[in-house]
């Protein structure tokens, strides 16, 4: 049990490696501030070739982990899992999405935090001595997304400045016990959240608590001060959640300012794509992840960084039930090697 | 890597035990053939003093994982992590169960072979030395799932005999790494298995190819026999699913039906209680394990069993846009100790 730390952290012995990541977005997240770096940008219909946004979702965590498997200089068959997930009801984007690798799989529900549950997860097999490769993919869908949770896109309804927009992206990373300038140095499982927030149009807010119990946990167990970290990076709290995330911490006596940053806010440009308060969705984390973290940390100009993934967890049957919205965020440490 | 045996299967070195489980079941369960195993039965309105079948369905893993918890003598905070899912959308039958005990948790979907999941990531976590002591929780609810999957109960829809009757339950397991008088030897991974079925009112025939490829590739992994295993138990294929498992498992060689057995078909009476296939969902596997498996191997009457919850990946969206029904099956090898 030596690799147990604090209360809620593992710190590996043998911390698997990133061999490799990639991410396939929709045009409107090309034609955001990080288009350059994504591998394969759609078109403007969003549907990728299918018949349907569910379809597309599938074709995007397909393309991806096909993607990464190039990269990696892999075939689909050393693959030893896929560690899989997204926000659909019953997870079908990726049931059908990694079907056709004929690969075993594990599926996973964290609403947006599932890329770093998936992460975590991940590591662990790789670094327990459970399989020589694994993959971790996420995505997520404005279309699909739109239609499960809030109101169909037909009928346009008006979103408050405190909505997110749900990325269209789905991002895909192979870890192996060696190769790869990254490593998964730890991570930080997540406790369930709530303030008891019931708007489904301010996610930041619902999540916002759940990251900084995490953040916070996180230094704790390590035993470390934010500057220990190069960048602290949330999934998808956007504006609004950000601010919430600052004062939380503040409350707890650090402050993260300097460190923090979150996909949400980076992937969107607000005043130009009516995007209002940033990206969201299982795939924001992921695409951002995969196209723009992991090179900095590959390239050495960050040496460690924590990677926070924050879900909020509502379905349109909990919320019309009256439901709150907790949150979740699932961490995990990455490292130059 | 000395713990990968063969393409998708695990042999632990350090193997979890399992400590405790723990059952509640509806009044129908409770009226059926293992109605005196289980630890809890509830009343004839199915809501468990809640007012939504959702809210019941929370409840019920609330008191399972509350009650494994005080039969394993532990106290909440003693769980590192919970592993836990359920059939809903978003899964939030786990994540409104879940969060009141303030522990760590990795939500799953894997349909009905989520116990399966649970149990294979709990053992992974606990013989990784990741965690002292995990629990695995799944449920199922009637009620819950008939409005997820069909229709709603009011409409008193016809129902054919190929379908199964999803089962109100949940059932949780404490593991850990020694104590108790069973343990987590091997697991088996499951890969998604396509025939293209399309019945959502015929989950068995969905499911059993899953379940075949799964315990074939469980006795090719670990170079075994049927009759190398006391019991080969599914979780809810029923009649018509059993049938076609005989007949796939016949065509690469192997006759099973002496080791065989599924939840589904065990947990209701057929002719009494108009269940027709058998009984099904998240929870039917997982009561009948805590109730009816695990105290037959901890008194070493069962000395080996396979375990392979099965599961049928399938939404309301993805069947009515016209998809088939894949199905997965998760093999966990559990050894009397």
Not at 62 to 71: G, I, S
Not at 99 to 128: N, R, W
Request: hydrophobic share 40%; charged share 20%.
């Amino acid at each position: 049990m030596e690799q147990i730390v604090g209360k809620q952290s593992i710190q590996f012995q043998r911390a698997a490696h990133i061999l490799s990541a990639a991410s396939v977005v929709g045009k409107k997240e090309g034609d955001g501030p990080l288009g350059k770096y994504f591998d394969k940008v759609g078109e403007e219909d969003g549907l990728f070739g299918c018949t349907s946004w569910e379809e597309a979702e599938s074709n995007l965590q397909k393309e991806a982990v096909t993607l990464a498997l190039e990269k990696a200089e892999l075939e689909k068959w050393q693959l030893r899992m896929i560690y899989a997930g997204d926000l659909l009801a019953q997870t079908i984007a990726s049931s059908f999405g990694i079907m056709g690798f004929h690969t075993p799989i594990y599926g996973l529900y964290g609403a947006c935090s599932t890329m770093g549950e998936a992460l975590s997860l991940s590591a662990m097999a790789v670094a327990g001595g459970y399989a020589p490769y694994v993959a971790a993919v996420t995505s997520s869908h404005f279309g699909s997304a739109e239609k499960e949770f809030r109101f169909p896109l037909g009928y346009g309804n008006q979103r408050p400045l405190s909505a997110t927009w749900t990325v269209t992206g789905s991002g895909a990373c192979i870890l192996g016990t060696k190769g790869g300038k990254a490593r998964i140095a730890g991570i930080t499982t997540g406790k369930i959240v709530d303030y008891g927030f019931k708007d489904s149009l301010n996610m930041g807010a619902c999540m916002a608590p759940a990251a900084c119990d995490t953040i916070y946990q996180n230094l704790m167990d390590f035993n470390r001060l934010p500057e220990d970290y190069d960048k602290i990076i949330t999934g998808d709290l956007g504006e609004v959640g950000q601010r919430i995330l600052f004062d939380l911490m503040k409350e707890k006596g650090f402050d993260i300012e300097k460190q923090h940053m979150d996909c949400g806010i980076e992937i969107f440009d607000q005043n130009t794509q009516d995007t209002h308060a940033g990206g969201s969705g299982c795939g924001c984390a992921a695409v951002t992840f995969a196209a723009y973290i992991l090179p900095k940390i590959e390239k050495g100009e960050w040496k460690r960084i924590l990677f926070v993934p924050t879900g909020a967890l509502l379905s349109k049957v909990s919320f019309n039930e009256g439901k709150s919205v907790p949150g979740i965020a699932q961490a995990v440490i990455i490292e130059h090697c």
